[in-house]
Structures are given as C-alpha cells and as structure tokens.
C-alpha cells in the first residue's frame, strides 16, 4: 500500500536539511512545495515573530469528500543539536548519522509517513474527510510552535501526533505535565586561602540542597533532574553566584506542584542554613493529558490499526510532545 523506496528517499532528502530549533526555513518551504505539488493548500502562521525564529508553523489543509469528523495530523520541523551538516547513512535495513551529529529523525520520520499517507491517499483514490496537517516549530524548545499555533483554520476534533519512538502499533495516550527550573544562589565572595571564613560558598549551598532532594524516578508517574550547574571563577575564591536548570515532569498534577515545592523548599533551606539567597523561578511548559480508552478517539485508532494489520499497544510517555 506505501512505497516504501520512496519513503526511504524522502526521509533521506528531508533529513539532510538544517533544521535545529528556531532556524526551520529550509525546511519549511520544501514542506511548502510537496504540500502544494499534492494540492494542498498551505498557510504560514506568524509564531516566528513571537518567538524569535526565522518560521512559523504550516497549516495545510486537504479537503475530503466523505462525510466524517476532521482529523489533525501533526509532527514537527525542528531537530536538536548537533544537526548542521547531517549525512544519513544508510546501512542494510537501517539508516544512521555518520557519528558527527544527530540523525534528525525526531521527528522526520514523522513529517515523512504524513507525506506518504497524502500520497497513497490521492494516488490509490481512498475516501476521506477533511484533513488538516500542522508541522510546528520550536518543539524542542518546549513545544513553542504548539504553543503559539493559530488554531483559527483547524476545524478538526481529533489529532493525531507523529512524534513517538518505541515499538511498531505503540501509542502514547498519557503524557506527562512539565515544570522547568531556573536557580540562582547567592553567596558571598572570599579569598579562600586567606580568609575563608568571610566567604558563603554558593556551590556548597548547591550541593547540600541537591543532596537533600529526591530526583530521578520519584513515583511511577513523576521524575525530576537537575540539568546543569555553572558557577565559580577560580580556586581562590569562594564561590559567590551559582546557576541551576532543572526540570520536573509527572501525569498527575498535584504531584508535580508537590515536587517542585520540594524542590524550592531545598534550596531555601540550605541558604538559610549557609547564610545565602536563592532566587527560584518556575516556568510551566505544558499540560499532562490522559486519554481513556474508551474515548472515540482511541476507537478510531483501534480501527485504522486493524485495518492496516498492525497490533496497537496503548500506554504511556514521559516526554514532551502531545503524542497519540
């Protein structure tokens, strides 16, 4: 039913272009020329002014001729780093980055089985309704196309997300809330070999809260980790300033506000206890959902499963994207 040479190809074009968050307008307009060359119209919203990219999302929409609801398929441009220069490798059954950067298929390979399903859908004359096809911007920055997506001409009810590794059938339908950390502590500045006991050493206070924290896998539904640490400018001085980014993610809201006072609470009692400042700001950066199985969105899934011969497994996910 799919050409599969012709995936390959695709994903194998479209993965070659620079595409890292932010600076996806190379890969926008190709998206823009295959999406026309099928017919489809194509609008640009205006999320790059908002946040500071050189694209905005496409919202492409193809009309149907069947009376049923409007679906959403969506997947997004942008890649992490190191994804300048990407050269896929492909080997027997397998396709790989030649080891300097990232392959990128987080989430070409996504972008490329919504390209393949438009082509099979007009070439083999199926039926359908109305099917709008988003690809955003700056996911992995926090879903910052998402966020800022003009929802004004999507007229669908049900979404389906391309942007989920893991076994062939797999579909995530929970996903977790995220919070995001920014921590500066404050000590005070010394020479550590003359006078020490002037000093508050910010990286001390740092490592008593982070001692005192409970991080990793805290319950079967909430994680938490510190990220990255900077602080200090040389041995003989006693660390004035440190800066921390941390992050915590779970299903359930109440427990994320639960872990992220205790986060707080950490690092303002041990700079009370050293005789330092903390300055702790939290940014929400989405929403959980959970999904019952006996919605009809999951019925819908179930039939289209069935109907291409591939067993679906429902379950879970700890990452970002909003994923089904």
């Known amino acids: 039913m799919v050409n599969r040479d012709r995936i390959i190809d695709e994903f194998i074009h479209l993965v070659k272009i620079d595409s890292i968050s932010l600076y996806e307008r190379d890969m926008a307009d190709a998206l823009k020329i295959r999406m026309m060359k099928e017919g489809i119209s194509v609008k640009e919203d205006d999320t790059a002014k908002k946040i500071g990219g050189n694209a905005g999302n496409l919202i492409c929409t193809l009309k149907g001729n069947k009376d049923v609801s409007p679906i959403l398929l969506m997947a997004h441009m942008d890649t992490v780093t190191p994804g300048i220069g990407k050269k896929p490798q492909l080997e ?21 089985c919504i390209l393949e399903a438009v082509r099979v859908l007009k070439e083999q004359k199926i039926d359908h309704g109305d099917i709008y096809i988003v690809f955003t911007v700056a996911e992995e920055l926090g879903l910052l196309g998402a966020k800022n997506l003009d929802l004004s001409d999507i007229n669908a009810k049900y979404g389906f997300v391309l942007d989920l590794g893991g ?9 977790p809330t995220q919070n995001t950390f920014d921590i500066k502590i404050i000590g005070k500045a010394a020479h550590a070999g003359i006078e020490p006991e002037k000093g508050i050493s910010a990286i001390q206070i740092a490592v008593d809260a982070i001692s005192n924290m409970k991080l990793g896998r805290v319950d079967d539904e909430t994680t938490a980790n510190i990220g990255t640490i900077k602080g200090g400018e040389a041995t003989n001085i006693v660390c004035e300033e ?3 980014r941390a992050e915590a993610r779970s ?33 929400h950066l989405y929403p959980a959902y959970n999904i019952d199985e006996s919605e009809e969105i999951i019925s819908i899934l179930k039939t289209a499963s ?8 429902l379950g879970q996910t700890g990452g970002e994207a909003i994923q089904i």
């Open 92 to 112: 027997g059954n397998i396709i790989k980055s030649d080891g300097t950067t990232i392959l990128g298929a987080d989430d070409v390979a996504g972008i490329v």
């Open 242 to 244: 440190v800066e921390i």
């Open 167 to 175: 076994e062939i059938g797999y579909a995530a339908i929970s996903a």
């Open 306 to 313: 069935e109907k291409a011969g591939i067993e679906l497994k």
């Open 251 to 283: 299903r359930d809201n109440e427990k994320l506000k639960t872990q992220t006072e205790h986060i707080k609470s950490c690092f303002e009692e041990s700079a009370g206890k050293f005789g330092g400042k903390v300055v702790f700001r939290t940014e």
